[in-house]
C-alpha cells in the first residue's frame, strides 16, 4: 500500500516551485540585461537540480511501489546537477574544455534516465504485443528527430573527433528520450497515467529546450539566462512531482479489432514518409536506417499478430468446447460429437448420463473450492477410465457423461469402470453416481433424443435409489396405522395407485409424482389421533365430532413434518381435504391456492370412499360414484381433475376394477 506524503515533502515542492517561477520571471524580463547573474544562473538553478534528484530519492526510500525505477531516475538527476555543478566550476576558472567531466555528467544522466523509464514500463507487466507497439513508436520518433534535429547539428558540428562526438551525443540523446516516451505512451494505449503524463511533459520539455539551445547555437543567438534555461530545473522538478504521484491501476489496453491495426500502419506511414523525403533531400543515414527499423518493426508486429490471434482462435475454440474446472468435453462438444455418432454408418454407440449422489452434502460441508477439486479428481479418473474407448464430458454441476462406440458385450465393463471412476469414499462421507444408459442409433436417432432417453433412466434409478432411502420412516407410519386399521391398507394402496395414474395424466413427473405417490398413501395418517368411538361411529358425527375429525389432515401434517425426508409430503397431506369453492378445511383455500397433489388426492379419495362401505353409508355404484365427481367438479374438486379422473376411468377400467372393494365397484 502507498503511505501518505510527508508535509515536508509538499513543502519543499512548493519552495521548489516558487524558485522555479522567480527563475522563469527573471529570465522572461531579462532583468540582467544579458549579463550573467550567479544568484539565478549558478545558485538558484543548480540548487533546483539538486533539489530535484532530492525529491525522487526520498520518494523512492519512502515508498515500495517502483522504488528502483525512481532510485534510477534520482540517480540520473543526481548526475544532471552533477553536471551543472561540474560546468559551474570549470566556467568560474575561465573558458572550460569542450569536452569535460561536465559532459559525462550531462551524458550519464540520458543512459539513467533510459534505464529507470524501461524499469517503470516493466512494472506494468506489459505483454510482447504492446512492447513491440512502443518499439515501432520509439523508431518512428527517433527517425522524425533525426531527420530534423540531428541533420542540423551534424551540418553545422566539427573540430577535433572528440568533439564532434560529444556534438552529436546530445541530439542523439534527446532523438532516443524523446523516442522512449512517445514509446511508453503508445504502450499505455496513448491514454498515459497522471504519473506517466507529468513523466512526459518533463521529458519532453528537456527535449524541446535542448533543441532549441542546439538550433540557436548553430546559429550564434543563445544567450545565457533567458526563459529558455528555466525549461531545464523545470522538466527536472516535473520528474520529481511525477515521483510523487500516487500510481493508478494500469488501465486494460484493448488488444482486439481497431487499436492493434491502427498503431502499426499510423507509425508505418511514418517510416515510408521519412524515407520518401529522403528520396527528394538527402537525409542522415540515422534518420534513413530508422525509418527501415519502424519499417521492420511493423512487419514484425502484424506477423506477432497475426500468431497471437491464431492463438487466441485455438484457445476460443478450445475453451467453447471444453469444461473449465475438469477439461472434459462441455455441452456443446457432446451434441457435436453425438451428431457424428448418430451419422450413417457411424456404427452403434453407448451414451451414458451420470449425476453424482452425496455430492450436494459434501459440498456443502467442505466449501466449493473442496468440492471443485473432488469434481476435478472424478473427471480425471472418468478420463482414465473410458481411455481410448471414447470420449468422457462434464454437462456442469456434478452431471457427467461418457460417448463411446462399444459393443453390447464391452457395455456392461465400461459402465462398471465409469461408476467406479466416479466414486470416492473416505471417513466421514461418501460420493457415488446413478447413471442412464442409451444404445445410439436405435434408442436415441437425434442427439436430443438420445440425451432424453438417457436422462429419462438415470432419473428412475436416482428417484429408485432416493425412495429406498427414505422408505423407512414412512413404513414406520403405514405399519402403525394398519396396525390400528387393517382395511386402511387397501385403502390408502387404492388412492395412491389412482393419484398416480391421474397425476401421470395432468402431467406431474419426477419428484413431484413421487411424492403425490407418498402422500396418497399417507393422506390418513392423522387419523392415528382421532378416537375409535369416532372414527367408527355408525351414525352421524355431532358438531364436536366433525371438529375433531376435521384436525386430522393438520395433524398428519405436523407427523409427516417431524421426519426430514416426508417434510415435502406433509404439505400436500394438510390439503387434502380442502375445497376448490373455498369451503373446506384446515386453512379455506380455494382453487389455485391448493397444491396440484392435494387436489388429485382429494378427487381420488372421494371416489374410493363413495365405492367402499363405511358406518355410515352404503357403497355407491361405479356409474353413481361417477357422476357424483361431475356434479362436484368447479365446487368441492378440481374441474381439470375431475376430467383427468374421468378419462383415466374410461382408458385404464381395469385400474379401476382391480382395487375396487369386493362386491361394490359394479360395472355398467
Not at 544532471?80 to 569542450?98: H, K, N, R, S
Not at 504502450?187 to 527535449?207: F, K, N, V
Not at 434409478?461 to 405399519?479: A, F, I, S, Y
Given at each position: 500500500m ?6 515536508i ?13 522567480a527563475?522563469?520571471?527573471h529570465?522572461a ?8 547573474a550567479p544568484?539565478f544562473?549558478?545558485w538558484?538553478y543548480d540548487?533546483?537540480?539538486?533539489s530535484a534528484a532530492?525529491l525522487c530519492?526520498?520518494?523512492a526510500?519512502?515508498w515500495p511501489?517502483?522504488?528502483a525505477?525512481w532510485l534510477?531516475?534520482?540517480g540520473a538527476?543526481f548526475l544532471?546537477?552533477a ?12 573558458e572550460?574544455p569542450?569536452?569535460s567531466l ?8 540520458y543512459v539513467?534516465a533510459y ?11 506489459l505483454?510482447l504485443?504492446i512492447?513491440m507497439?512502443?518499439v515501432i513508436?520509439?523508431?518512428a520518433?527517433?527517425?522524425?528527430g533525426?531527420a530534423v534535429l540531428f541533420?542540423?547539428v551534424l551540418d553545422?558540428?566539427?573540430g577535433?573527433?572528440?568533439?564532434i562526438?560529444?556534438n552529436?551525443a ?5 532523438i532516443?528520450?524523446?523516442a522512449?516516451v512517445?514509446g511508453a ?6 491514454r498515459?497515467?497522471r504519473q506517466w503524463a507529468?513523466?512526459g511533459?518533463?521529458l519532453i520539455?528537456?527535449?524541446?529546450a535542448d533543441g ?11 544567450v ?10 523545470a ?14 491501476p494500469a488501465r486494460?489496453?484493448?488488444l ?6 491502427i ?5 508505418g506511414a511514418?517510416?515510408?514518409g521519412?524515407?520518401?523525403y529522403?528520396?527528394f533531400v538527402?537525409?542522415?543515414d540515422l534518420?534513413a536506417?530508422l525509418a527501415v527499423?519502424t519499417?521492420?518493426?511493423?512487419v514484425?508486429?502484424?506477423a506477432l499478430?497475426?500468431?497471437e490471434?491464431q492463438?487466441l482462435?485455438a484457445r ?5 468446447v471444453?469444461?473449465e ?7 456443446r ?9 448418430l ?5 452403434r454407440s453407448?451414451?451414458?448420463?451420470f449425476?453424482?449422489?452425496?455430492f450436494?452434502g459434501?459440498?456443502?460441508t467442505?466449501g466449493?473450492?473442496v ?13 482414465e477410465?473410458?481411455?481410448e474407448e471414447?470420449r468422457?464430458?462434464r454437462?456442469g454441476g456434478d452431471?457427467?457423461?461418457?460417448l463411446?462406440?462399444?459393443?453390447d458385450a464391452?457395455a456392461?465393463a465400461l459402465i462398471?469402470?465409469c461408476?467406479q471412476?466416479?466414486t470416492?469414499r473416505?471417513?466421514?462421507f461418501a460420493v457415488g453416481t446413478s447413471?442412464g444408459?442409451?444404445f ?17 433412466r438415470?432419473?428412475a434409478?436416482?428417484?429408485?435409489r ?5 422408505r423407512q420412516?414412512?413404513d ?9 386399521e387393517?382395511?386402511l391398507r387397501?385403502?390408502?394402496r ?6 398416480l ?5 395432468v402431467?406431474?413427473?419426477g419428484s413431484?409424482l ?7 398413501e399417507l393422506?390418513d395418517?392423522?387419523?392415528l ?6 372414527l367408527?361411529?355408525?351414525g352421524q358425527?355431532?358438531?364436536?365430532e366433525?371438529?375433531?375429525i376435521?384436525?386430522?389432515?393438520s ?7 417431524a421426519?426430514?425426508v416426508?417434510a ?6 394438510r390439503a ?11 386453512d379455506?383455500?380455494?382453487g389455485?391456492?391448493i397444491?396440484a397433489?392435494a387436489r388429485i388426492?382429494a ?5 374410493v370412499a ?7 353409508q ?6 353413481a360414484?361417477l ?6 367438479a368447479?365446487t368441492?374438486?378440481d374441474?381439470s381433475?375431475?376430467?383427468?379422473f374421468l ?10 376394477h382391480?382395487?375396487?372393494?369386493p ?6
Amino acid at each position: 500500500m502507498v503511505c501518505q506524503k510527508p508535509r515536508i515533502v509538499w513543502a519543499a515542492q512548493a519552495l521548489a516551485g516558487l524558485a522555479l517561477l522567480a527563475h522563469a520571471v527573471h529570465g522572461a524580463l531579462n532583468l540582467n540585461g544579458g549579463k550573467p547573474a550567479p544568484v539565478f544562473d549558478q545558485w538558484i538553478y543548480d540548487g533546483l537540480m539538486l533539489s530535484a534528484a532530492v525529491l525522487c530519492l526520498v520518494r523512492a526510500v519512502w515508498w515500495p511501489h517502483a522504488r528502483a525505477s525512481w532510485l534510477v531516475f534520482s540517480g540520473a538527476l543526481f548526475l544532471w546537477a552533477a553536471g551543472d555543478i561540474t560546468w559551474t566550476v570549470l566556467a568560474a576558472g575561465g573558458e572550460p574544455p569542450y569536452p569535460s567531466l561536465a559532459d559525462a555528467f550531462y551524458l550519464g544522466f540520458y543512459v539513467a534516465a533510459y534505464a529507470g523509464l524501461v524499469l517503470l514500463l516493466r512494472a506494468r507487466g506489459l505483454g510482447l504485443s504492446i512492447w513491440m507497439d512502443g518499439v515501432i513508436a520509439s523508431t518512428a520518433a527517433a527517425a522524425i528527430g533525426a531527420a530534423v534535429l540531428f541533420e542540423v547539428v551534424l551540418d553545422a558540428t566539427g573540430g577535433t573527433p572528440a568533439e564532434i562526438v560529444t556534438n552529436l551525443a546530445y541530439p542523439l540523446g534527446d532523438i532516443l528520450l524523446f523516442a522512449l516516451v512517445v514509446g511508453a505512451f503508445a504502450m499505455a494505449g496513448w491514454r498515459p497515467s497522471r504519473q506517466w503524463a507529468i513523466i512526459g511533459a518533463g521529458l519532453i520539455a528537456m527535449s524541446v529546450a535542448d533543441g532549441i539551445y542546439l538550433f540557436q547555437v548553430s546559429a550564434g543567438s543563445y544567450v545565457e539566462g533567458s526563459i529558455l534555461d528555466s525549461l531545464w530545473p523545470a522538466s527536472a522538478l516535473l520528474l520529481a512531482l511525477a515521483a510523487w504521484q500516487r500510481p493508478s491501476p494500469a488501465r486494460p489496453i484493448d488488444l482486439e479489432g481497431r487499436p492493434v491495426l491502427i498503431v502499426p500502419i499510423l507509425l508505418g506511414a511514418v517510416g515510408v514518409g521519412v524515407l520518401a523525403y529522403d528520396h527528394f533531400v538527402e537525409l542522415n543515414d540515422l534518420a534513413a536506417g530508422l525509418a527501415v527499423a519502424t519499417l521492420l518493426g511493423v512487419v514484425a508486429r502484424t506477423a506477432l499478430t497475426f500468431r497471437e490471434n491464431q492463438r487466441l482462435l485455438a484457445r476460443t475454440r478450445g475453451q467453447a468446447v471444453s469444461d473449465e474446472l475438469t477439461g472434459l468435453g462441455n455441452r456443446r462438444r457432446l451434441l457435436a460429437d453425438l451428431e457424428s455418432a448418430l451419422d450413417e454408418g457411424a456404427g452403434r454407440s453407448l451414451l451414458l448420463l451420470f449425476d453424482l449422489d452425496g455430492f450436494k452434502g459434501y459440498n456443502d460441508t467442505y466449501g466449493h473450492p473442496v468440492g471443485d477439486a473432488l469434481l476435478a479428481r472424478l473427471g480425471r479418473a472418468l478420463e482414465e477410465a473410458v481411455g481410448e474407448e471414447g470420449r468422457s464430458y462434464r454437462l456442469g454441476g456434478d452431471e457427467f457423461c461418457v460417448l463411446a462406440p462399444v459393443p453390447d458385450a464391452r457395455a456392461g465393463a465400461l459402465i462398471d469402470a465409469c461408476v467406479q471412476a466416479l466414486t470416492e469414499r473416505s471417513e466421514g462421507f461418501a460420493v457415488g453416481t446413478s447413471f442412464g444408459a442409451a444404445f445410439l442409433p436405435e434408442e436415441g436417432p437425434t442427439p436430443s433424443e438420445a440425451l432424453r432417453t438417457a436422462d429419462r433412466r438415470l432419473y428412475a434409478q436416482k428417484q429408485e435409489r432416493r425412495l429406498e432411502r427414505g422408505r423407512q420412516p414412512e413404513d414406520v407410519l403405514l405399519r402403525a396405522m394398519y396396525e390400528r386399521e387393517p382395511r386402511l391398507r387397501e385403502h390408502a394402496r387404492y388412492v395412491s395407485a389412482l393419484a398416480l395414474a391421474v397425476g401421470s395424466r395432468v402431467g406431474l413427473a419426477g419428484s413431484e409424482l413421487a411424492e403425490l405417490a407418498r402422500a396418497a398413501e399417507l393422506h390418513d395418517i392423522g387419523k392415528l389421533a382421532v378416537p375409535d368411538a369416532i372414527l367408527y361411529k355408525p351414525g352421524q358425527l355431532d358438531t364436536e365430532e366433525q371438529r375433531f375429525i376435521r384436525n386430522h389432515s393438520s395433524i398428519g401434517e405436523r407427523i409427516l413434518a417431524a421426519s426430514p425426508v416426508l417434510a415435502p409430503v406433509s404439505r400436500l397431506v394438510r390439503a387434502t381435504h380442502e375445497r376448490w369453492d373455498g369451503q373446506g378445511y384446515p386453512d379455506g383455500l380455494a382453487g389455485g391456492e391448493i397444491p396440484a397433489g392435494a387436489r388429485i388426492i382429494a378427487v381420488c379419495d372421494a371416489f374410493v370412499a363413495m365405492v367402499s362401505p363405511r358406518p355410515h353409508q352404503s357403497p355407491l355404484r361405479f356409474e353413481a360414484a361417477l357422476a357424483e365427481l361431475r356434479r362436484c367438479a368447479g365446487t368441492q374438486f378440481d374441474p381439470s381433475v375431475v376430467d383427468a379422473f374421468l378419462a383415466v376411468a374410461a382408458e385404464q377400467p381395469e385400474l379401476l376394477h382391480e382395487r375396487a372393494h369386493p362386491g361394490h365397484l359394479t360395472p355398467s
